[in-house]
């Protein structure tokens, strides 16, 4: 009795460490752990890594134009809209090459 339950003990603890193991990965690199279980290339696109890029500008716009507006700051806010207007043109352009 008491080596079935060591057994059962040691099968769970295996499992717990790969249940760890996969999620730690997924959790770290999750494109690279996807694609690489679905046979995929590891590496990430150009065109992944631009449109991430474009979507990180057009937030900080958001986030400058935010801030001249809280400050009452109207050169700021000029500024912070032609930023946005950058983003957006990156955005659509982006879009209507799809």
């Known amino acids: 009795?008491?080596?079935?339950?060591?057994?059962?003990?040691?099968?769970?603890?295996?499992?717990l460490l790969t249940l760890l193991v996969l999620v730690w990965s997924i959790w770290k690199s999750p494109e690279a752990f996807w694609?690489?279980?679905?046979?995929?290339?590891?590496?990430?696109?150009?065109?992944?890594?631009?449109?991430?890029s474009a979507r990180i500008h057009f937030m900080d716009s958001i986030w400058l134009r935010e801030e001249?507006?809280?400050n009452l700051d109207g050169e700021g806010l000029d500024l912070a809209?032609?930023?946005l207007?950058?983003?957006?043109?990156?955005?659509?352009?982006?879009?209507?090459?799809?």
């Open 68 to 70: 001249a507006y809280v």
């Open 35 to 52: 694609s690489g279980a679905l046979g995929g290339p590891a590496v990430s696109s150009a065109w992944a890594a631009h449109l991430r």
């Open 85 to 98: 207007r950058d983003a957006l043109h990156r955005l659509g352009g982006l879009a209507g090459a799809w």
């Open 81 to 83: 809209d032609e930023f």
């Open 1 to 15: 009795m008491g080596s079935c339950v060591d057994a059962v003990v040691v099968a769970l603890f295996v499992l």
